[in-house]
């Protein structure tokens, strides 16, 4: 018994001068900045404006996570497949970057609970003569590399058996390879695509219907250990939506029908 009590007698100091590990959260609000990893050649949800200011709704939601924080938000320019290794090597606290929520990522990363959901559209070359997702097949394809649709598009045209896919490293690399005639369609989020060919900055294409890839539920992102981090951020997430703030930041930047953040006998 008498070794017993020295034994936890001993327990009890070692916890006592042990310092216990603060959580990224209160890193975050003791160093007073959020940085934030934010695709900004992927309008709306990223991009700048005639001064070159990041804008958006990736950015507002960025801006608003700090306000709540009560800290300053930093926005990092991240292009697609540098979104998660930002995080890793320690350049970003966070990622609100439209990131897919998949099972992979998921093995690296703590994904939080969708904060946006996308549909999936076609978009062509006017002289391709596509008109259709079933028009795209032994076609040359493309699309942003490490994205939710470039994934479905590349094992679509492998179930084809004809045809071509080709990654590019920024949407923008997409939408002018489609403009120049070197691809004939790709495969974007709908806000993308109608916000692209909106633009006037690459003539040639047109949005032509809806590619039949599932809703692209994305979340946001952290250290997948930081478990006090992402249950702050899905209850800011779940805010968002309470306070009718995601409606606002919907109707500012891309407009129409609210999509659901939910999925259907899963979770409401």
Known sequence: MKKMVIAFGLLAAASAITPAKADKLDDIISSGTLRCAVVLDFPPMGSRDEN???????VDYCNDLAKALGVTAEIVETPFPERIPALMSGRVDIGVASTSDT?????TVGMTVPYFAFEMAVTSNDKSGIKSFEDMKGKTVGATAGTFEAIALEKQVKEWGTGEFRPYQTQADVFLALSQGQLDATVSTSTVAQATVKSGKFPGISVVGKAPFQTDYVALFTNREEYGLINYLNLFINQQVRTGRYAELYGKWVGGSLPALTVNGVYR
């Open 103 to 107: 099972l992979e990522r998921a093995k």
């Open 52 to 58: 070159n200011n990041p804008i958006g709704f990736d």
